[in-house]
């Protein structure tokens, strides 16, 4: 029980920053839902859906940045290896 809560904490810690931003994002979505429902200004609906876009954007930019540079440094680590004979 002990390990699995140690893992869920390093999963947390490691991923902090998506987790943080896609919550973000749909906290906005729910924000343009329940304007849109409410017949809201179409100002303030327009300002939330643009909101919305822009974390998706920056979370969509962190992720691949994170796999691009996760795929450079395995693709580094292979290249000091040394050949096999």
């Known amino acids: ?3 699995l809560l140690i893992q869920f904490l390093d999963f ?9 931003l896609t919550s973000i994002f749909l906290i906005l979505v729910m924000l343009v839902l ?13 300002w939330a859906r ?4 822009t ?4 979370l969509l930019g962190l992720i691949t940045g994170g796999l691009l540079s996760r795929n450079s440094r395995s693709q580094a680590s292979e290249d000091t290896k040394e050949p096999k004979p």
Do not use: P, R, T, Y
Request: aromatic content about 4%; proline content about 0%; some cysteine.
């Open 34 to 46: 329940h304007m849109s429902h409410d017949q809201a200004d179409a100002a303030a609906v327009n």
């Open 12 to 20: 947390i810690c490691d991923h902090f920053d998506k987790l943080l």
């Open 50 to 53: 643009e909101a919305a876009g």
């Open 1 to 3: 029980m002990i390990q």
């Open 55 to 58: 974390v998706l954007g920056g």
